[in-house]
């Protein structure tokens, strides 16, 4: 049927063919692996990126915390000093008030004794000792 000679170039040729498709798929396979690289590299530079972001947030966290414990600390001493100085002068207020209330009772005594004294004085001397008006007469 067929001669040796025509199996060998059908073989040939078709060896031909498969060396071709195999070219094309390798060079199609580097091309993939190429865009694959390219690709890892895009998502590495991004991926450094973003752990710089990540790094910056970080520390932008550690700068904002200590800044509101500084705050919070600076709040805390703030308020203390408030409350004592309020403490002194309700203390003070108070003081005042007592005050008040001992000048009101010592003058309403001091009013109370002289309304009291004045009249047994006027009875008790004579009118002529104690500023009277009444004139004396020599008889």
Do not use: C
């Not at 091309?31 to 932008?60: F, G, M, P, W, Y």
């Not at 209330?101 to 009291?116: C, D, E, K, P, Y």
């Amino acid at each position: 049927m067929f001669s040796q000679d025509s199996k060998i170039a059908v073989l040939e040729s078709k060896l031909n063919m498969y060396e071709e498709l195999s070219r094309e798929m390798l060079s199609k396979l580097e091309s993939a692996v190429e865009k694959i690289s390219e690709s890892n590299s895009r998502i590495a530079n991004i991926l450094a990126k973003h752990d710089e972001r990540i790094d910056q947030s970080i520390k932008t966290d550690e700068v904002i915390v200590k800044m509101i414990e500084e705050v919070k600390n600076q709040n805390s001493k703030e308020h203390k000093s408030v409350i004592e100085r309020i403490e002194k002068v309700e203390k003070e207020v108070n003081d005042l008030s007592k005050f008040r209330w001992q000048t009101i009772a010592l003058s309403g005594a001091a009013v109370l004794i002289i309304g009291l004294v004045v009249p047994f004085i006027d009875n008790i001397m004579p009118r002529h000792y104690n500023g009277g008006s009444q004139t004396t007469q020599i008889r």
